[in-house]
C-alpha cells in the first residue's frame, strides 16, 4: 500500500461498492515485491514507487459468486519516489477510482476487515520509520 504525503492510496470499486487496497495476482516469474508494485501501477497508474517495508503475509477467506476462496495475500508500505504515472489500461481506469485518503480515515474507509487490519499496520510502520511529514 502507497503512503504519499500523510495520505493512504485507496481504490474506489463502485460496481461493487467497495474501498479496497490495490492488490493481485502473482504472475509466473515475478516475486511479491514485483506483484506488488505491478498491480499498484496497473490499478492506480502511478508508476515510480519505493517499496519502504514488507508488512508480511495475512491469509484471507472469502466467498464471492458462490465459491469459497483461501489465498495468501502480502503486503508492502510503499512510497511515491515521484508522481510520475502510466496510462491506466481500460478495465482498471473503470473498475477503479484513485482516493487519496487522509491517515486519519483511511482504515475506517476499507470496505473488509482484513485490508482495515494491514492499512492500520502500514500506518503504524510509516510512523515508526518517521515518515510522517
Sequence with gaps: MVIHQNQMLLLDRPSRNEVRLPKGHIDPGESAEMTALRETTEEAGYSDLEIMADLGNQIVEFEYK????????HYYLMQLA??????RNAKDAADFVVAWTPLSEAVDKLTFEAERQTAQKAIDKFAELKLMD
Design 66 to 73: 458462490g465459491h469459497r476462496y483461501v489465498r495468501t495475500e
Design 82 to 87: 515521484s508522481e510520475a504515472q502510466e496510462p
